[in-house]
Each structure stands twice: as structure tokens, then as C-alpha cells.
């Protein structure tokens, strides 16, 4: 079974992704948003010409203010998208620090165990090498 720490990697892990796509959908929008608005200045600017060069009766001032609104609009929808852009920036920033932490922990408990393993077996390997000396001696001293 895994430990707690690569379970908890793994869960901010998950987190980190699921704020992936909410980050997207937001970029997303704030995309269309834009789209519309360089949209609605193209149509703004052709309609303004039309109007310079033709003349036409109506109430072109009325059309202005509309256009205004909408724009405003617009780019307040865009500041709002970008504030909540940044936000989860932030968050999926100090996400990664924490799942940076978690791995970090797991690998040195890892490697602390590696060392006492390893401590184990040279202090095994010592006793065996400790019993042959003795006993490699023992026969030399019975052998004279």
C-alpha cells in the first residue's frame, strides 16, 4: 500500500488538474469576450463610416451610447475574467508548492530508509565477515 504522502501527491495532483480546467474555461471565455469586443469595435468603426459618408437620417447618437454600454461591458467582463484568471494561477502556484513538499518528504523518508537498509545489511555482512575471520583463525590455531 502507498503511503500517506504519495496518496496526498497524488490527491494535489488531482487538484491541480481539475483547477487546470477551470483555468482554461475561464481563458476560454475571456477569448470570446475579446472576440466580441473586436468584433463589436470593427462593426462600430464600418457603421460610423457608413454613417460619415451617407448621411443618414437617425439617431446615430442613441447607436454611440449603445455601443459604449456594450464596450464597457465588454471590458469589465474582461477585468473580472482576468482577476479570477490570476486567482487560480495563485491557487494552482501554491498547489504545486505543496505537492513539491509532499514528493520532497516522501523521497527523503525513502532514501532514510534505503540508509538504514543498507546499514543493516553492511552490519550483517560485517558479522559474517567478523565469524569467518574467527573462525578461519580458530583452524589455524586448532591446525598447529
Do not use: P, W
Not at 480546467?21 to 477569448?31: G, H, W, Y
Request: proline residues 0%; glycine residues 4%.
Amino acid at each position: 500500500m502507498k503511503n500517506a504522502l504519495q496518496i496526498l501527491g497524488r490527491i494535489e495532483k488531482f487538484n491541480i488538474n481539475e483547477q487546470r480546467k477551470i483555468l482554461v474555461a475561464l481563458q476560454e471565455q475571456q477569448d470570446i469576450i475579446i472576440s466580441k469586443l473586436s468584433a463589436l469595435n470593427q462593426q462600430f468603426e464600418l457603421d460610423k463610416e457608413c454613417q460619415r459618408q451617407n448621411q443618414l437620417v437617425g439617431d446615430f447618437g442613441a447607436y454611440v451610447k449603445k455601443y459604449l454600454e456594450t464596450k464597457e461591458s465588454y471590458e469589465a467582463q474582461i477585468a473580472s475574467l482576468e482577476q479570477q484568471i490570476e486567482q487560480v494561477r495563485d491557487i494552482i502556484a501554491d498547489m504545486y508548492k505543496e505537492q513539491k513538499t509532499y514528493e520532497i518528504i516522501d523521497e527523503n523518508r525513502q532514501k532514510r530508509a534505503q540508509h538504514e537498509e543498507d546499514l543493516k545489511l553492511q552490519k550483517q555482512l560485517d558479522e559474517i565477515g567478523t565469524n569467518s575471520y574467527i573462525k578461519h583463525h580458530e583452524e589455524i590455531d586448532t591446525g598447529e
